[in-house]
Every structure is written in C-alpha cells, then in structure tokens.
C-alpha cells in the first residue's frame, strides 16, 4: 500500500493501479462493432476511453490536498467524494475536489467515478431510508457496499432506466413484462434477474455496474424493486455499446474524441445471480421510491452534477473567448454578447453551488445536505444551457470550424499553403487550426454531439424537471405577495 511522504497510508488509487485493476478482470462480456471484448484495454476503441479514466486517478494524487481526505473509519487517505459530508466544509471541500477532476477532461466525461462515490456516500449516509419494512439486512449490504467502493477506489457505472420499448404504457406492463430488468427466482447463493437497463454510461472502464431506483413502480410490480451492485465481469451479465465516438488516431485532429469517449451500454442480464449480499432492495415497491426522495440524493447528486457542469461551461466559455479573440470577430458588439452569454451560465451556475452550500444544513440523517432549491432552479435549465452553449460557440465560430485541415495535410507538400491562407491576426495557422478542431470537437463531432444529446437527458429531461421544481417550490412568500392586494 502506498504512503505520503509522512507516512498516511494511501486507498486511493493511481492511474496505474486502476489499468492494473482492468488488465487482471478481463473476463467480461462487452460487445462493440459485432465482437465480444473481455478487456477494454485490449481494444484499440476502448483503451483510450480507460487511459483518461487514469488520467482522472493520477489527478487525485496530482491534488492530494484538495482530492484525498482521511477515511472516518481509520484515517488512510480516500478519495473525497466517498466521504459522507457532515459539514458545510465538507461540501465546499467535496466541490473543490469535484473541480479538479472535472478540469481533467474539460467537464466532457460526465460520469467519472466522483458520481457513484456522491451517490452511494448519500445512500449508506442514509440507511436508515433503505432499512424501512424490514429491510435492515439490504441497508446493511448498502453501507458494506459503500466502505468497499471507498477503500477500494472503485470506477462504478449505474444503469437506473428500463429500455423504451413502448412509453405509453407502465414500463413493467411493456412487451409482457419482459424486457425491465426483473427478479424471476432465488437460490442459495443469492437472486436471479433478468431483463435490461440503459444506459450504462462508463461500462467498459467499470469495476463494478450498480442498479437503483430511477422510476415509479407501482403495488404488484415488487419483482421489479431491485437495488444491487456486481463486478463487470459476473457471468450473464452483457454490454452491448453504441458505435466508439472515440478517434485514437491523433490528438491535433481529435483533441476530444481522442481521449473522453466514456462510452455508453445497454446491459443485459441473462438470469444473472446477485449474491444476496450485494441486494440493497428486493420487492419493496415504496422504498424503490422512497430511497430516491428520502436519502437527500437529489441534493448531493446536482452538487456533483453541476460543479462538472460548470466546469464544462467555463470551458465553452474559455473556447468561445479564445476564439473570438484569435480570429478578431470579439470587436463585434453581438459577439461580445454571445460570449456573455456563456459567462452568464457558468457564473450563475457558480452561484448555485455557493447558494446550496451557503444554505446547507444538517438533515435527519445526519448528513450535511446541499440545499437544493438553487439546485432544482438549475436542474431544469442546464439541460438547456449546454446545448445553447454548442450553438453559442457555432455562431461565434463561423465557417473556421471548416477551415480545418488534418495534421495529416500540415506534414504534407500543402504546408505552406496552410501555413499562409489559415493564419490569423492573432495566431499562426497551426494553433488557429488546433482551436477550431478542438471547439468542433466540443460541438460537432459524434463525441461533441452525444455530449449534447448527454446534457439534455442524463439528468432526466428539462421539461419534467422544471414541473418538478414548480410542484415542490415553496410558494408561500409569492403567494402572500399576491394575497395582500386580494382584500381590502
Ligand atoms: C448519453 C446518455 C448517457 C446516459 N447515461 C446514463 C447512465 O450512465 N446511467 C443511467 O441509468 N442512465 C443514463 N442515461 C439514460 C437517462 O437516464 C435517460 O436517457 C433519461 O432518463 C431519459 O429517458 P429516455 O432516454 O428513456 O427517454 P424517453 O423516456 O424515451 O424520452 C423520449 C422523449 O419523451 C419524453 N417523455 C418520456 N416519458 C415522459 C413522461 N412520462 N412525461 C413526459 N414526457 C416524457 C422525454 O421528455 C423525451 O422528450 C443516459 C442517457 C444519455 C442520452
């Protein structure tokens, strides 16, 4: 075990020690392009998207100070975001940390493993939710859970949604039941489940896959009430990936892509057995529900959420200014307003992490809660805010985005043509063609077009979280503000 230079034992782990983890459990089922791979790393697709997962652990070393924090249970050092917060300092540390891992890849991979460590940290700090009915041996299992992901740095993905194979009716009620992830028996070693969920975004550079609650069940859908985690590689477990976005091929063409395709799965669970102490819910309809809304994990989860976002705002900011600046077009008034604009975003989104923090208290469990009346207003605008930050950075862009050649083209007899005619008043040509590409990145190519489609939906839709921030607003101040002029 690795120590500081004044003798803490270190849990987190390196970059190294997370590639060593994926080399030594290359026995899973992972399906991209019509073949089966049992190692990411051993794809040349797939590699990438595990070296910036690495890159994401070496950071947390690279800011030990601001990243690592002292386990509660025997002080060696643990990544931040598994620490239950239990004051307002936590919180404020915990966004710190989250910033630093975000800036490693620009806020574009949007489930690096701080987002399960938020969740299941908030989980086990709220046991007491998933033990309600007699399930003391599921909260039980949850908090064993939780201390294993911590101590053992853990890179978990989550797949919470049932497939859409026909909305308009109860996803339980869809083509016979079948296809929503279900229990269909029990032996000695643990459940049996069936079905699917999407989307496992991180699947491929997984150690673990976890399911919870990410929908309403009602009474006489208990086989559907399931909560529980398993390694990648458990038999009859199956990822099946959408095409790579990932372009391994050079950096200057595809400062992106190259890099942070998280890559997203739909799973399969071909009569999997979950050993029955990796069960957290089994058959209880009210706490599928419950353990979302009780345990504060709307607040802790927009917390992480939205710090990545705002990281990634600042980034379109910065790309949008540079730009500007690089090509002169940041003299026109209606530029300098679009890059307002972004300003404007990733400002407020700031002020929200300050607000919910500023705000936060200590809940009944115990466990210091972001406020999230800041968070709810963001949640049902920043699936807006990122994409109208793509076209944003479109309309200050231009047709540079296109006046882009390859890297291929600059080592090629046409390098001094490139070298003359893509010049700009503030750049040569080779870094006026690297930022376009790497902006193009962000908004146009496959990865810059998931990433939008990401935003809009990743968090569940705008249009249902915004309702949802009317219902549960407190109105009372702006109903007393109406009430007073009603009578005489
Ligand atoms: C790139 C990407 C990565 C993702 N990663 C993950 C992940 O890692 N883990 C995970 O669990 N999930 C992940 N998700 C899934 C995400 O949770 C869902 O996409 C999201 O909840 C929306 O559900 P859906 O995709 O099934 O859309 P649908 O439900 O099919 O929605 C399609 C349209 O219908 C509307 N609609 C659907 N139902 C209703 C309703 N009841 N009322 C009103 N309008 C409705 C939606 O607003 C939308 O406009 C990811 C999604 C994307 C796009």
Same mark, same amino acid.
């Given at each position: 075990m690795a120590t500081t230079e004044q003798g803490s034992a270190i849990l987190a782990r390196t970059g190294a020690e997370f590639l060593a983890g994926l080399a030594a459990d290359g026995d899973r089922e992972i399906w991209i392009g019509g073949e089966c791979v049992a190692?990411?790393?051993? @794809?040349p697709l797939l590699r990438t998207g595990a070296e910036a997962i690495a890159r994401v652990y070496d950071a947390q070393h690279a800011h030990a100070e601001v990243c690592l924090a002292p386990s509660p249970d025997d002080g060696r050092l643990v990544n931040r975001t598994h620490l239950i917060p239990r004051s307002r300092e936590d919180l404020e540390r915990r966004r710190a940390s989250m910033e630093v891992i975000s800036a490693v890849t620009g806020g574009m991979?949007?489930?690096?493993p701080d987002y399960l460590n938020v969740t299941f940290a908030c989980f086990a700090g709220a046991s007491e939710v998933w033990a309600r009915r007699g399930n003391e041996r599921g909260a039980a299992n949850l908090v064993a859970y939780q201390r294993l992901m911590r101590d053992r740095d853990l890179s978990t993905t989550h797949a919470i949604m049932n497939p859409?194979?026909?909305?308009?009716?109860p996803e339980t009620e869809?083509?016979?039941?079948?296809?929503?992830? @279900?229990k269909v028996g029990e032996t000695a070693e643990g459940i049996v489940v069936r079905g699917a969920r999407m989307l496992a975004t991180l699947a491929p550079f997984a150690d673990e896959i976890s399911v919870y609650p990410g929908s309403d069940l009602r009474p006489g859908d208990e086989a559907y009430a399931l909560a529980f985690a398993l390694p990648m590689?458990?038999?009859?477990l199956r990822f099946i990936c959408r095409?790579?976005?990932?372009?391994?091929?050079?950096t200057f063409d595809y400062p992106l892509s190259a890099r942070f395709d998280e890559m997203d799965a739909v799973v399969v669970f071909d009569d999997v057995v979950v050993p029955h102490d990796r069960v957290?819910?089994?058959?209880d309809v009210v706490g599928y529900s419950e353990v979302i809304t009780d345990s504060g994990w709307r607040g802790h989860i927009m917390h992480q959420a939205f710090t990545r976002a705002y990281v990634k705002l600042l980034f379109a900011f910065g790309l949008g200014h540079v730009m500007a600046e690089t090509t002169g077009v940041v003299r026109f008034d209606h530029i300098q307003e679009k890059l307002g604009q972004l300003w404007n975003m990733a400002e407020l989104t700031r002020c929200a992490l300050v607000a919910c923090e500023a705000d936060s208290y200590l809940d009944d469990h115990g466990v210091w809660y972001p406020h999230d009346r800041p968070l709810m207003a963001l949640r049902g605008e920043m699936p807006k805010w990122l994409p109208r930050a793509h076209e944003l950075l479109q309309l200050i862009g231009g047709g540079s985005f296109m006046a882009t050649p390859s890297e291929a083209d600059f080592n090629s007899p046409i390098r001094g043509d490139i070298e003359k005619y893509f010049m700009a008043g503030n750049a040569d040509a080779e870094r006026r063609v690297r930022l376009f590409r790497l902006a193009w990145d962000y908004i146009g190519s496959d990865l810059g077009g998931r990433s939008e489609l990401y935003e809009r939906f990743?968090?569940?839709d705008s249009w249902r979280m915004t309702q949802l921030a009317y219902r549960t607003a407190d109105k009372t101040a702006a109903v007393d503000l109406v009430e007073q002029f009603l009578h005489d």
């Open positions: 190692n990411p790393l051993d @794809h991979m949007g489930r690096v859409v194979a026909d909305r308009s009716k869809q083509l016979g039941g079948e296809i929503a992830l @279900h590689s458990t038999p009859g095409d790579s976005f990932a372009k391994p091929t050079s957290f819910l089994d058959g990743y968090l569940s």
